[in-house]
T-cell receptor, first 116, second 114 residues
Framework: GQQLNQSPQSMFIQEGEDVSMNCTSS?????WLWYKQDPGEGPVLLIA?????ELTSNGRLTAQFGITRKDSFLNISASIPSDVGIYFC????????????????FGQGTILTVHP | NAGVTQTPKFRVLKTGQSMTLLCAQD?????MYWYRQDPGMGLRLIHY???????AKGEVPDGYNVSRLKKQNFLLGLESAAPSQTSVYFC?????????????FGAGTRLSVL
């Protein structure tokens, strides 16, 4: 089945530093989603990418859809304490018949800790 | 502006007890999903529904049942809870449009089975 591998698994950074994380797969995805989960909450969508090579920003966050369609990257600039949480990448599953019924495959997450 | 609401938020069960987790969405979404989240394993799909009256198995369905009698509600049942079902459970809903699918999540139910 499709699997998404995120790295790093965890990061400990100082406030103000930039952060980079990535998500890779052995399968091609036609959509990449990045979610953030705050402690004690459910995941919330940060950025959605629909086209190979696409670069999209949301405030201090920038995500890119890899040209090979097998990877995606998320960067956070000038981190602040509220950036703490778990960041997930996700992509639509594909069944043998080509339909996914909206199902998503999630990476295992990158845990971000920001020290003031 | 409720979105996806899950009840209860916390629950402690003894092995063998049963319970039902409720998910309600007010966005008129067709698709709904139940996930479990365990440390280091991301989100794993338990069951999902593509419309009122329909349900289907995800990747980890054993020990769980679901029902979607009304479009806005998706119930997850544990008939005989086991310690391995200690987890955080998330419900999500989505509406696929122009091949774009974004899932919206509830705040989760934290379940401990002793």
């Amino acid at each position: 089945g499709q699997q998404l591998n995120q790295s790093p698994q965890s990061m400990f950074i100082q406030e103000g530093e930039d952060v980079s994380m990535n998500c890779t797969s052995s399968s091609i995805f036609n959509t990449w989603l990045w979610y953030k989960q705050d402690p004690g909450e459910g995941p919330v969508l940060l950025i959605a990418l629909y086209k190979a090579g696409e670069l999209t920003s949301n405030g201090r966050l920038t995500a890119q859809f890899g040209i090979t369609r097998k990877d995606s990257f998320l960067n956070i600039s000038a981190s602040i304490p509220s950036d703490v949480g778990i960041y997930f990448c996700a992509g639509p599953q594909r069944n043998a018949g080509g339909t996914s019924y909206g199902k998503l495959t999630f990476g295992q997450g990158t845990i971000l800790t920001v020290h003031p | 502006n409720a979105g996806v609401t899950q009840t209860p938020k916390f629950r402690v069960l003894k092995t063998g007890q049963s319970m039902t987790l409720l998910c309600a969405q007010d966005m008129n979404h067709e698709y709904m999903y139940w996930y479990r989240q365990d440390p280091g394993m991301g989100l794993r799909l338990i069951h999902y529904s593509v419309g009122e009256g329909t349900t289907a198995k995800g990747e980890v369905p054993d020990g769980y049942n679901v029902s979607r009698l009304k479009k806005q509600n998706f119930l997850l049942g544990l008939e005989s809870a086991a310690p391995s079902q200690t987890s955080v459970y998330f419900c999500a809903s989505s509406q696929i449009f122009a091949a774009k699918n974004i899932q919206y999540f509830g705040a989760g139910t934290r379940l401990s089975v002793l």
